[in-house]
């Protein structure tokens, strides 16, 4: 239904419905009536104008990505928007570099689009009270947790894996198979974020095998993309000698392998490599990289579970912990004493 | 500014308040007119529900992502988002899987968010007017054209590559080497897709290299899936020699280096693999990928500059063809006669 239809209907012109419609004086009521009852008959839609001024609701559910090209989101996103949609609700997809404040963004998309919740993948674990209070919607924090901040449990929800506990599966699995010289590939050891809590389960790991910290054994790429990881696994190699390789990323993983077999070292023979996430191409890396894979669906369908539960009024603040599943490739290998 | 706030300040209760937004008969007319004029103190929003009935238009912009998992897209998807971010619009996803209906889909975004334009990155390459007679909107084809079908070009925009003048040049670089022997890998030779596109270029630098078309060399996967390259490439293992293989994707073709090597062929010694896309990862696999890298960035902006520019009035439909780079990996070799 086009302006021209409902002028062709009323048997005015164009114009003069825009008049109507824009609240021209120049019309007279009979038109008038006649323009807003052929409006009306064309397409009722309930008059809500003056409950939204109250409560600016729209059918929005926003999701701020932090991370742009981060392969493990991708099916994560793909089942939020399939959660999303098949709730009957629109998704207004945000994403945002690894530095960027997905808080802010998100405050800022939720006053912009009117959006009813929030699901943040990715982003700070420090949040303080003060830091979220300018969310006044629902939000559930997918693929991490509040583990640094002093913002209470019952403040926000989130689901996601439990960082240091399947670090320390994931380091334990080379400590099983009789490596002691592990190195780690890290983004950094207190960032307050998944990489410090990898890198204490990494800690943990160790100290439960009787095996001290070697500080040269730490790489810091400050950064989570591939160039970085490549170069500091370069400068590790330089830098001391070991047997195996925990990477707290699949996809740091495979810039990992690379480099070790551009400085020489091939995987697994003279160095074995284990990660976390499990992307769907770390399948196809030779060898196949050894991971610990998280569920990414259930991670994306329960924060959207959350979130509407919120919503619509069902349920309060929750925390959902879901856990990896070890898929054995052929990146690691048993040393023989 | 919620019911509550409202209710307070004009000394009523809560439910008054939703008794008044509801239009609920059994409420006064004094008090009546007190909420409505506290609700219009609170927030003023200009009343555009008449108008919005007969122009029902938003400031939102439809992308419509065909193919789930494509890791080509995840750049060209940012490059999108922040483009129709930066002009002011918001960003509606919609993901769907390869083998979906990418316009039907399209109209039915396009229907329930009141979309003023649509971004359809991949599709399929046959569209007819009567196919695209639901879409009333601006709409762009991001990376494809309609090379197969009957819809005129007046009446869609594109951007994209020459899928088949690219294709050919990947397999010239492998002619130029010394290659005779050169399998592809590839969706289907008839899919009226980019696969059939990208398979007529492979079949036109055969002829212009001398070299005889052997249907034994083609090999179809019938999906775009890493599984499915995988498998393939083990059949075309067990069925012929070849020294070369030029798969028409980058994470196709990291499937069928994994595939090679599983079946005792070394990269590049026993078989060279050249590709087209570009995706990160393809930089660090082993050896690097030789392929030829799409303008992703590019591709996205450009795609957001047409349709903004019919969106706002200012062209027509359009069609910009891009570029591709070639990346020198160390997955091809030059045969010594």
């Known amino acids: 239904m086009t302006i021209r239809d409902i002028a062709r209907r009323c048997g005015v012109s164009v114009s003069t419905v825009s008049r109507v419609?824009?609240?021209?004086?120049?019309?007279?009521?009979?038109?008038?009536?006649?323009?807003?009852?052929?409006?009306?008959?064309?397409?009722y839609v309930p008059n809500n104008s003056a409950r939204d001024l109250v409560r600016p609701q729209s059918d929005s559910i926003g999701l701020v990505v932090r991370g742009i090209g981060n392969l493990f989101f991708s099916p994560v996103i793909h089942a939020v928007e399939q959660a999303v949609d098949e709730a009957g609700y629109t998704l207004v997809l945000h994403q945002i570099r690894s530095g960027e404040d997905e808080l802010q963004a998100a405050a800022s998309l939720a006053r912009s689009k009117r959006l009813r919740g929030l699901v943040l993948l990715g982003g700070c674990f420090d949040y303080t009270p003060e830091d979220t209070a300018a969310l006044d919607i629902p939000f559930v924090c997918c693929t991490y947790t509040n583990s640094f901040g002093t913002l209470g449990r019952e403040s926000y929800s989130s689901v996601s894996i439990d960082d240091q506990a399947e670090a320390y599966q994931a380091v334990r699995e080379l400590t099983r198979r009789g490596h002691r010289r592990i190195a780690v590939l890290l983004d950094s050891v207190n960032d307050h974020s998944i990489s410090e809590l990898r890198y204490k389960g990494y800690c943990r790991a160790l100290a439960d095998s009787g095996i001290s910290l070697d500080p040269a054994l730490v790489a810091e790429t400050g950064a989570f993309d591939l160039a970085s990881a490549y170069e500091e696994t370069r400068k590790l190699l330089e830098r001391t000698d070991f047997t195996a390789v925990f990477v707290i990323a699949d996809s740091m993983a495979v810039a990992a392998m690379k480099a070790l077999r551009d400085g020489g070292k091939r995987v697994p023979e003279d160095c074995s490599v284990i990660a976390i996430d499990g992307v769907e191409l770390s399948a196809y890396t030779i060898p196949t990289l050894t991971t610990l894979i998280q569920p990414t669906g259930e991670l994306g369908d329960e924060a959207v579970r959350i979130l509407l539960d919120m919503v619509e009024g069902r349920a309060g603040n929750r925390h959902v912990q879901l856990h990896t599943t070890l898929r054995p490739g052929g990146s690691v290998r048993t040393l023989t004493p």
Do not use: Q, T, Y
């Open 21 to 43: 419609l824009n609240n021209h004086p120049d019309v007279s009521e009979a038109v008038r009536e006649r323009v807003l009852e052929a409006v009306r008959e064309a397409h």
